[in-house]
């Protein structure tokens, strides 16, 4: 069965760039989240999307923003990376009516 | 806000004994409750979950159980083995649909099963 599927699954970059993950919900699903793990941390939610309208806000930083595309799949875009923002990226998604969240595999972002 | 809260931090068992993991949620709208199991770098994958609806859920050694008017829920892991090693994560979601469909998680219960 199609699981989420998150790109790139590891990404370097320095102080001050940015960076683009992106995320691509099972097939079906209306809602997708997205969410930052510290090392040692639970999943703290960032935001999340239904049928393509922002639907939730979290601890997201001003430098980060995120949106849903037509094709449903979501990229989360993050500015003026600074060095706390190291962290694993996770998606997740489900549908509405059927309220299990599947996550994706990650994507682990290192700023150095 | 909303606010999930978990009990032990690490869980240190022996093989074949049972494991208790306790979360208490501050949202009373919360109605779906599930329960992930995340290994060292990877995904947090949906182990069992239950609704607001329902007392006790049971899936061959993983059961759930859920007290509303206490806002408290429990994973009962029996006959552990040393597979059942990971980070376990509870997690509350408001009503589905609109603004409180989110998953908050707990902050996760180490457990180490010993051969």
């Known amino acids: 069965a199609a699981g989420v599927i998150q790109s790139p699954r590891h990404l370097i970059k320095e102080k001050r760039e940015t960076a683009t993950l992106k995320c691509y919900p099972i097939p079906r699903h209306d809602t997708v989240y997205w969410y930052q793990q510290g090392p040692g941390q639970d999943p703290q939610f960032l935001i999340s999307?239904?049928?393509?309208?922002?639907?939730d806000k979290g601890s997201i930083p001003d430098r980060f923003s995120a949106q849903q595309f037509s094709d449903y799949h979501s990229e989360l875009n993050m500015s003026s990376l600074e060095l706390g923002d190291s962290a694993l990226y996770f998606c997740?998604?489900?549908?509405?009516?059927?309220?299990?969240?599947?996550f994706g595999q990650g994507t682990r972002l290192t700023v150095v | 806000g909303e606010n999930v809260e978990q009990h032990p931090s690490t869980l240190s068992v022996q093989e074949g004994d049972s494991a208790v993991i306790k979360c208490t949620y501050s949202?009373?709208?919360?109605?779906?409750f599930p329960w992930y199991k995340q290994e060292l770098g990877k995904r947090p994958q949906l182990i069992i979950d239950i609704r607001s609806n329902v007392g006790e859920k049971k899936d061959q050694r993983i059961a759930v159980t859920l007290n509303k008017t206490a806002k408290h829920f429990s994973l009962h892991i029996t006959e552990t083995q040393p597979e059942d090693s990971a980070v376990y994560f509870c997690a509350a979601r408001g009503r589905y649909g609109g603004a409180t469909n989110k998953l908050i998680f707990g902050t996760g219960t180490l457990l180490a099963v010993q051969p």
């Open positions: 949202d009373s709208a919360s109605n779906y």
């Open positions: 997740a998604s489900s549908r509405t009516e059927n309220t299990e969240a599947f």
């Open positions: 999307f239904y049928e393509k309208m922002q639907s």
